[in-house]
Antibody, heavy 119, light 110 residues
C-alpha cells in the first residue's frame, strides 16, 4: 500500500518561507503526479499545485507567485516551498499522489501537517 | 480560479439516499470528465470516492455513485449509513491545467 508522510516545521514566522517534504513509501513517485493541498481551520480544501516526474508543474493561480514544488526521485520525496507567508497561510497541508488510469485525482494522501504562521 | 459551488450541508436518515451537487463552469466541470469526489472525516486523510465523474476506486461501496449534466456534477449516496457522516468535496480539472475544489458539503446522518 502506498503511504505518504508530510514533514517540516510546524511554526513559521510571517514573511518567511514555509517548507514541507512528502516522503512516499510502498510505491514510487516516478511516473505519477504528486499534489499538495491545504485546509485552513474551519474551511475547505484548497488545491496548491502538482508536480510530475519530469519536473513539470501546475500551480493554483492565486498562489503561483509564491509556490515552488520540486522532487527527488532517488529519495522518493517531493517538496513544497511557499514564500512570504502570512497568517492566512496557516493550515493543515496535505500531500498526495495519483495512480495509474485515474485521471486528475489525488488517490493516496498523507495524514496532513499543521503549519502555523506566527511570530 | 473560483471554487466550485456545493451546498454547505445536507442531511438524511439511515437507509435514505442523498445527493450533493457541484456546480462549475464550461471551463472546468462542464468541459472535462475529470470530476472527483472526496470523503473527509476531520482529522483524517481525505479519501477518493469517485473519479472521472462516475468511477469508483477499488474498495469504495457501490452505494456511492457520481454523475454529471452540463456544468453540474452530483454525488449520490444510497442506503445512508452512520459512517457516511463526513465532509464531501468535489474537484475538477480546469482549462488552465489546474484542479479546483468545491467549498465542501457537511453530510449529517440523522
Amino acid at each position: 500500500q502506498v503511504r505518504l508522510q508530510e514533514s517540516g516545521p510546524g511554526l513559521v514566522k510571517p514573511s518567511e518561507t514555509l517548507s514541507l517534504t512528502c516522503t512516499v513509501s510502498g510505491g514510487s513517485i516516478s511516473g505519477y503526479y504528486c499534489y499538495w493541498m491545504r485546509q485552513p481551520a474551519g474551511k475547505g480544501l484548497e488545491w496548491i499545485g502538482r508536480i510530475y516526474t519530469s519536473g513539470s508543474t501546475d500551480y493554483n493561480p492565486s498562489l503561483k507567485s509564491r509556490v515552488t514544488m520540486s522532487l527527488d526521485t532517488s529519495k522518493n520525496q517531493f517538496s513544497l516551498r511557499l514564500s512570504s507567508v502570512t497568517a492566512e497561510d496557516t493550515a493543515v497541508y496535505f500531500c498526495a499522489r495519483d495512480d495509474k488510469d485515474i485521471g486528475a485525482a489525488a488517490v493516496f494522501w498523507g495524514q496532513g501537517s499543521l503549519v502555523t504562521v506566527s511570530s | 480560479q473560483s471554487a466550485l459551488t456545493q451546498p454547505a450541508s445536507v442531511s438524511g436518515s439511515p437507509g435514505q439516499s442523498i445527493t450533493i451537487s457541484c456546480t462549475g463552469t464550461s471551463s472546468d466541470v462542464g468541459g472535462y470528465n475529470y470530476v472527483s469526489w472526496y470523503q473527509h472525516h476531520p482529522g483524517k486523510a481525505p479519501k477518493l470516492m469517485i473519479y472521472e465523474v462516475s468511477n469508483r476506486p477499488s474498495g469504495v461501496p457501490d452505494r456511492f455513485s457520481g454523475s454529471k449534466s452540463g456544468n453540474t456534477a452530483s454525488l449520490t449516496i444510497s442506503g445512508l449509513q452512520a459512517e457516511d457522516e463526513a465532509d464531501y468535496y468535489c474537484s475538477s480539472y480546469t482549462s488552465s491545467s489546474t484542479l479546483v475544489f468545491g467549498g465542501g458539503t457537511k453530510l449529517t446522518v440523522l
